[in-house]
């Protein structure tokens, strides 16, 4: 029964620290702001990956908080220094994260570019539903953003002859 619980297993010193641990991570996130858990670009995934690793090992009890609460201050700091550069240096968000990837260019499905983003046709078919898309002709575009998320940018008839502003897709690769 010791792999369940042994009476040498400093639980209180669990509790508390996953509170003391909480409260520092909402303390440095309020600080440094919500960007560090904003949705995943691959340097996100990876920075959360991180903070997962080093509260385990302060809730785990393989290193103490106050290296645990650095760790985390650190990648946080770490975070800020990055967005500010890429403000400086446009160039470095290319290097960071992935561009955004246009997957249907009007009411044309771009294949290749699905191949390449290994997204199914039928995970298109969904975020189209989602998006209450009635019919291709309604499509005005869609985007596979750094996020991985897919958004849908389509007119609700037929009818509606909006153009779509190049703005929008400021940044878009149309090729792979």
């Given at each position: 029964?010791?792999?369940?619980?042994?009476?040498?297993?400093?639980?209180?010193?669990?509790?508390?620290?996953?509170?003391?641990?909480?409260?520092?991570?909402?303390?440095?996130?309020?600080?440094?702001?919500?960007?560090?858990?904003?949705?995943?670009?691959?340097?996100?995934?990876?920075?959360?990956?991180?903070?997962?690793?080093?509260?385990?090992?302060?809730?785990?009890?393989?290193?103490?908080?106050?290296?645990?609460?650095?760790?985390?201050?650190?990648?946080?700091?770490?975070?800020?220094?990055?967005?500010?550069?890429?403000?400086?240096?446009?160039?470095?968000?290319?290097?960071?994260?992935?561009?955004?990837?246009?997957?249907?260019?009007?009411?044309?499905?771009?294949?290749?570019?699905?191949?390449?983003?290994?997204?199914e046709r039928s995970?298109?078919?969904?975020?189209?539903?989602?998006?209450?898309?009635?019919?291709?002709?309604?499509?005005?575009?869609?985007?596979?953003?750094?996020?991985?998320?897919?958004?849908?940018?389509?007119?609700?008839?037929?009818?509606?002859?909006?153009?779509?502003?190049?703005?929008?897709?400021?940044?878009?690769?149309?090729?792979?």
């Open positions: 029964m010791s792999w369940i619980y042994s009476a040498d297993d400093p639980l209180w010193q669990t509790i508390v620290l996953t509170f003391i641990l909480f409260l520092t991570i909402v303390l440095l996130t309020r600080i440094i702001g919500l960007r560090s858990f904003a949705k995943f670009t691959a340097y996100d995934f990876a920075f959360t990956i991180a903070i997962g690793s080093i509260v385990a090992g302060v809730l785990t009890s393989s290193t103490t908080f106050v290296h645990g609460a650095v760790a985390v201050a650190s990648l946080l700091g770490l975070t800020f220094i990055f967005s500010q550069l890429q403000r400086k240096y446009p160039w470095l968000e290319s290097v960071i994260s992935n561009k955004p990837l246009m997957l249907m260019d009007g009411n044309q499905i771009l294949d290749d570019n699905l191949a390449h983003a290994r997204i995970q298109l078919m969904a975020k189209l539903r989602e998006a209450n898309v009635l019919n291709f002709d309604q499509v005005r575009a869609v985007v596979l953003e750094s996020t991985g998320d897919i958004s849908v940018l389509h007119t609700s008839d037929k009818a509606d002859e909006v153009k779509l502003a190049n703005e929008i897709l400021d940044g878009v690769r149309k090729t792979v």
